[in-house]
């Protein structure tokens, strides 16, 4: 009863923010976002990941970041609810007043080569952004997305995300057949792969110097497939802007057969996203256990 009641006064407060411009909905959601933010106990692992990424910082820097990052977070939430108005870019040279797009060739590339294509991103910057702007690009990008467990705000969710993201894919057991096929058919797929993986397929990967279980899924594909692998990341910028960043075709590991070393390749990707995280600590999302890994 008290979640239905939760999610009925959820699906209110969408329609009222959503009427609310984007500068002051943003400044309110941001600074929410730094006073709740820290009062919640995820504050705590959040605080726990950045003393193992960052040993030599001080407490003062860390809870800083925290702050910052509940700020991005809260952020996220309200500019979701507005996410096309974020979108209104020139194609062609991918400059827009409220997102830009390094490197939009690359996603012309993509649209037109007539091939199979994986993106992979991580949750830093406003991650939502990114399917969004393929869509803008004509680039039908197959993203895989993680449901709310309760049924009503799963259902609130997608039909909200419907309207601005096409080709919503829900990560559940066997949807790496899905993707695949979607890849036979020289589709696009986006995946997010900075998340703790407890699958029984995880690959051990160095992250921060410290061992992490990582899903070998991007790699995988990759091996299969032999299509080209981009890497994609938001960046959030002062005035309620934003950068995507599409990186060139990552030029993935390969073992002594020419293939695609499937271990090596994520770690490889781990790599590249640690170093987006060490670029801008304060736009990553930490509130997940990274380093708890299962032997």
């Not at 820290?38 to 605080?47: D, M, S, T």
């Not at 080569?113 to 702007?133: C, M, Q, R, S, Y």
């Not at 799963?154 to 995300?161: C, F, G, N, S, W």
Request: with cysteine; aromatic share 10%.
């Amino acid at each position: 009863m008290l979640l239905a009641i939760a999610a009925f006064l959820t699906g209110l407060l969408i329609k009222f923010f959503s009427l609310m411009p984007n500068q002051p909905l943003g400044a309110v959601a941001g600074w929410l976002g730094r006073k709740l933010g820290p009062l919640f106990p995820r504050n705590k692992v959040a605080i726990e990941n950045l003393r193992l990424a960052f040993p030599d910082k001080s407490d003062k820097w860390r809870r800083e970041i925290c702050r910052s990052m509940w700020e991005n977070l809260f952020r996220n939430l309200t500019e979701s609810i507005k996410i096309s108005e974020f979108c209104d870019f020139d194609v062609a040279t991918g400059k827009g007043e409220l997102l830009s797009v390094i490197n939009a060739q690359h996603a012309l590339t993509l649209r037109e080569d007539g091939k199979a294509g994986i993106i992979f991103t991580a949750h830093t910057g406003n991650w939502e952004l990114l399917p969004v702007a393929a869509a803008k690009f004509g680039l039908l990008v197959s993203s895989l997305y993680r449901p709310p467990s309760f049924t009503y705000f799963a259902r609130l969710i997608k039909t909200h995300r419907a309207r601005t993201m096409p080709n919503l894919v829900a990560s559940r057991p066997g949807v790496a057949f899905e993707l695949a096929t979607i890849l036979d058919r020289c589709g696009h797929v986006g995946v997010l792969v900075d998340q703790k993986y407890t699958s029984r397929s995880r690959v051990r990967v160095s992250f921060f110097d410290h061992p992490a279980d990582a899903n070998p899924l991007v790699a995988k594909l990759a091996r299969r497939f032999e299509c080209p692998v981009h890497g994609a990341r938001v960046i959030r910028k002062p005035g309620g802007r934003h950068t995507l960043e599409l990186t060139g075709p990552v030029e993935l590991v390969r073992d002594e057969s020419g293939e695609i070393d499937v271990e090596a390749a994520t770690a490889q990707i781990a790599k590249i996203v640690e170093s987006w995280v060490r670029e801008h600590p304060d736009q990553w999302l930490w509130i997940h256990r990274r380093w708890k890994v299962d032997y």
